[in-house]
């Protein structure tokens, strides 16, 4: 009984994986093969991983902070800017944040790690006594990633971003 039970998830798994590995820059839910970018995501690099799915993308975090989705996740929070400003309590904080990919696009994905990431911060200002997430910037691999874009890469079933920034006044 254990042992099906085991074997059950497993399949599962695999089944999930067979089905996400396909179409990785259209959405979950679209029949044609136009991109689910809509501008937020591009493509930067392709799979480079032997044993697995490793994409990298380059995303728009100008267009994630003005969304809808962002408006309701960070909420009034402390204010997540990616220009300099305010007095720095905290300097050069990261965060490494993750989103499930399964059953989402790789944007979708990569959305909602930023958010993640965004929203984390704006916990540590919180309890920091800080208003501003400020100088917000993408560092995966230590590449400093300016200009309000970042990077994410996306596996077979998550998305991760790397993200620094500073907590001020």
């Not at 074997?7 to 959405?27: K, P």
């Not at 204010?79 to 989103?99: P, W, Y």
Request: net charge positive.
């Amino acid at each position: 009984m254990k042992n099906q039970f085991i074997i059950s998830i497993l399949a599962a798994c695999v089944l999930a994986a067979c089905q996400s590995s396909g179409n990785s820059a259209t959405t979950s839910n679209s029949t044609s093969s136009q991109p689910a970018s809509q501008g937020i995501c591009q493509q930067v690099r392709g799979d480079s991983s032997s044993g697995g799915r490793n994409v990298l993308y380059r995303c728009s975090g100008s267009a994630v902070l003005n969304s809808a989705e962002a408006q309701s996740i960070l909420g009034s929070g402390a204010r997540v800017s990616f220009a300099n400003e305010g007095s720095v309590i905290k300097a050069n904080l990261t965060t490494r944040q993750a989103a499930n990919r399964v059953g989402h696009s790789d944007e979708q994905t990569c959305v909602r790690a930023f958010l993640n990431a965004a929203k984390k911060f704006q916990e540590t200002a919180a309890k920091n006594g800080g208003h501003r997430v400020t100088h917000l910037h993408s560092y995966l691999n230590k590449n400093a990633l300016s200009g309000g874009q970042y990077e994410c890469e996306v596996g077979t079933f998550h998305g991760r971003v790397l993200m620094r920034a500073n907590i001020a006044r």
